[in-house]
């Protein structure tokens, strides 16, 4: 398992997700790396789904967690937060603190950029151990050899900021129905995504600029 962090950004409802995407690539991501260290960044932007309630699901690795947070509390997250008003609907983004599971399939790749992966919002009573052996069972039966499957599973579940308890990644699937997945879990929503991820050069020397 590796924890990461996740957030649900939702666009600017005056933008189009095209606008969003852009400005999120181009303007924010940029910024965020002149201040944070990460040691993995994607951005997984919705190409389908346009009432889900978020237009990207982004994925952070913290080198240091304890840093990132404090960090946030200073004039670096002020002129983080005043970022995100120009191209996010601010009062809706949610995030939360996640462990990703390989449930078959090819290890992560070190740059997902332009791949495309489904995305299955999920709500289940089952506690986190449960959920990940049955659905790594699940996995193992059903999908295409070589095909990645992953799981995110919040920490701390049920989170009630969340939309869901966790999101199940289908990576290469093109077909519209969802698959049948084991007793006591429910899909609750779906978005086909494509990855935008910060290669590792540019990760190995951001994170060094303060604000005074």
């Not at 994607?42 to 990132?68: K, M, Q, Y």
């Not at 540019?202 to 303060?210: D, H, K, S, W």
Request: net charge negative; aromatic share 8%.
């Amino acid at each position: 398992m590796t924890l990461k962090a996740l957030a649900l950004m939702p666009r600017r409802l005056d933008l189009t997700r095209e606008q969003f995407r852009r400005y999120y690539e181009t303007h924010h991501t940029p910024l965020a790396l002149r201040f944070f260290s990460f040691r993995k960044y994607v951005r997984n932007h919705l190409l389908d789904a346009p009432d889900i309630g978020f237009d990207c699901v982004s994925e952070f690795w913290p080198r240091r967690v304890e840093a990132t947070f404090a960090l946030m509390q200073t004039k670096v997250g002020e002129r983080m937060r005043e970022d995100e008003r120009q191209f996010t609907d601010q009062p809706r983004i949610v995030s939360g603190a996640c462990e990703e599971t390989q449930l078959a399939g090819a290890p992560r790749s070190d740059d997902e950029t332009g791949v495309t992966k489904l995305a299955l919002l999920l709500r289940t009573p089952l506690d986190a151990a449960t959920l990940v052996g049955s659905l790594r069972a699940w996995a193992a039966g059903t999908a295409a050899p070589g095909r990645r499957v992953a799981l995110d599973s919040l920490i701390g579940m049920p989170h009630a900021a969340f939309p869901c308890d966790a999101i199940l990644w289908l990576h290469a699937v093109d077909a519209d129905g969802d698959p049948r997945l084991p007793a006591g879990i429910e899909v609750v929503g779906r978005a086909r995504t494509q990855a935008e991820e910060t290669p590792t050069a540019v990760l190995e020397v951001a994170g060094t600029e303060m604000l005074a």
